[in-house]
C-alpha cells in the first residue's frame, strides 16, 4: 500500500452530490425529474502508479483503504468499497485501457443523507479514470456504467436521476430530465430572494434499499397488468390518469396508488417547470408540497422525522415550499426559503426536532454548481 500522505495527484477531479426540486420516484418510470448538482463533492485524487493492474484506494473522510487486482474484482463486504468496485467492473466490460492507479478521496457530502454520495463517488471514478486513461467514454456512457455498478454491485436498482444530475449540470441550472428519452432541457434557477435550505434529519432506515426495490416492483407490476390490455404501454410514462382507473379493480390496492401517486407526479413536475419558468415560485412550493403528501401518504417512502420537518415549515410563511428528497426512509428535507429567514428557521427547526427525536438536525444552504469537472 503506498504512502497517502503527501499524495501528489497527476489529476483531480471533483464530482458533486444532488438535489432534486421536484420528480420523485418518477426516473424508472420514464418520467421526469428537476434535479441539479449542487457545491457539496468528493475530490478524487488519482494517478497511475505504473503497476498493469494493482489499484490502492483511500478515503480520507473513513482513514481507511482498500487494494484491488482489476484481473480480479468481487464484491466488497464494506459498502462503499463496492461503489468503487462496480465502477470498475462496468468500466472492465467496455474497455481494458485500465491500468494500476492510486487515488485518494475526500467528501464534504454527508452519507445517506439523499443527495447522493453514492452517484457521486461512481461518476467521479468513471470520470477521472476516463480522463487520466483516455478510455474515450462520453458523459452519458459514465452516467450508464455508474447506474449499472449500483445495480450489480450495491444492489439498489436506482433510476438515472442522480448519475445524470452529477455529471451533466450546469452552474445555476437545473435539467430538466426526460427519463424515457433520458435527454434534458437546462432551465436557469432564479429564485431570489429565496434559497436552498436543506434539512438533514440524520436518519437513515434500513428498510431504504428493500423498499426501493419493492416500489420499483409495484410499478413494474402495474404496468404488466395495463399492457396487457395497452400493448404499447412500456412504463407509467404512458399511463395517464383515466388509463390507469380503468384498471382499479384489477390492480391489488397498494399497486394502484403507487402508480397514481407517479403519474401524477409526472405532470407535477411539468405544472412546477410551468411555475419556474414564470416566476410563479409560491405555486412551485405549493407542488413540492403536493408532492410531499403523495411521497408520504401514497408512495410511503417517507419517515416520521421527514414528515415533521416538512409540517414545521408549515408554520412559517417565509418557506414557500418543502418535501423530502431523494429515495426516502431518512436523508434530507429540500426548503425553498427567504433568504432573510434562514437563521432563525434553522434555530427553532433544531430545537424542535432535537426535543421531539432527540437526534441534531444539519441545515445548509445549497447552490446549483456544475456537474462533474476536472480541478485546474
Ligand atoms: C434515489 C435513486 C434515484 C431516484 C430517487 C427517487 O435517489 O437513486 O434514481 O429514483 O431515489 O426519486
Keep these: 500500500m503506498p504512502q497517502f500522505k503527501n499524495f501528489i495527484p497527476q489529476l483531480t477531479i471533483e464530482s458533486p452530490g444532488r438535489i432534486n426540486f421536484i420528480g420523485e420516484h ?5 418520467g421526469f425529474g428537476l434535479p441539479t448538482a449542487i457545491d457539496k463533492k468528493i475530490i478524487f485524487k488519482l494517478k497511475k502508479n505504473n503497476s498493469k493492474n494493482i489499484c490502492n484506494i483511500y478515503s480520507a473522510n473513513y482513514d481507511a483503504s482498500f487494494s484491488l487486482d482489476l484481473e480480479n474484482i468481487k464484491i466488497s463486504d464494506k459498502e462503499w468499497e463496492n461503489y468503487i468496485l462496480g465502477v470498475l467492473y462496468e468500466i472492465q466490460q467496455l474497455t481494458n485501457k485500465v491500468e494500476g492507479f492510486d487515488c485518494v478521496l475526500s467528501s464534504d457530502i454527508p452519507v445517506g443523507s439523499g443527495i447522493s454520495s453514492s452517484a ?15 478510455l474515450g467514454l462520453s458523459k452519458l456512457d459514465i452516467v450508464k456504467l455508474s447506474q449499472r455498478a449500483e445495480h450489480n454491485y450495491v444492489g439498489t436498482k436506482c433510476g438515472i436521476m442522480d448519475q445524470y444530475a452529477s455529471v451533466m449540470s450546469k452552474k445555476d ?8 428519452s433520458i435527454q434534458h432541457q437546462y432551465i436557469p434557477i432564479e429564485i431570489k430572494p429565496y434559497k436552498i435550505l436543506l434539512l438533514n434529519t440524520n436518519v437513515s432506515h434500513s428498510l431504504a434499499s428493500s423498499e426501493y426495490n419493492t416500489r ?3 410499478c413494474e407490476k402495474g404496468v404488466s397488468i395495463i399492457k396487457k390490455k395497452y400493448p404499447e404501454v412500456n412504463s407509467l410514462r404512458d399511463v ?3 388509463m390507469l382507473l380503468e384498471f382499479k379493480n384489477l390492480l391489488s390496492k397498494t399497486v394502484y396508488i403507487r402508480c397514481r401517486y407517479v403519474i401524477e407526479e409526472k405532470t407535477r413536475v411539468l405544472s412546477a417547470v410551468e411555475a419556474l419558468k414564470e416566476n410563479r415560485l409560491n405555486d412551485f412550493g405549493a407542488l413540492m408540497y403536493a408532492t410531499h403528501y403523495g ?3 401514497e408512495y410511503e417512502v417517507s419517515c416520521p422525522e421527514l414528515d415533521f420537518l416538512v409540517e414545521f415549515s408549515k408554520n412559517f410563511d417565509t ?14 428535507t429540500i426548503n425553498l426559503i427567504h433568504e432573510d429567514a ?3 428557521f434553522i434555530e427553532k427547526v433544531s430545537l424542535a426536532y432535537f426535543n421531539k427525536f432527540n437526534i441534531k438536525l444539519d441545515a445548509f444552504v445549497a447552490n446549483p454548481s456544475r456537474g462533474t469537472s476536472v480541478v485546474n
Aim: aromatic share 8%.
Design 319 to 332: 418557506i414557500i415550499g418543502s418535501r423530502m428528497m431523494g429515495g426516502g426512509f431518512g436523508g434530507c
Design 240 to 242: 395517464d390518469e383515466a
Design 26 to 30: 418518477t426516473d424508472y418510470n420514464g
Design 295 to 297: 411521497l408520504s401518504k
Design 342 to 344: 434562514i437563521s432563525d
Design 216 to 218: 420499483r416492483e409495484e
Design 173 to 180: 441550472h437545473v435539467i430538466l430530465l426526460d427519463c424515457q
Design 120 to 134: 457521486a463517488l461512481e461518476c467521479g471514478l468513471a470520470f477521472g479514470l476516463n480522463e487520466m486513461f483516455d
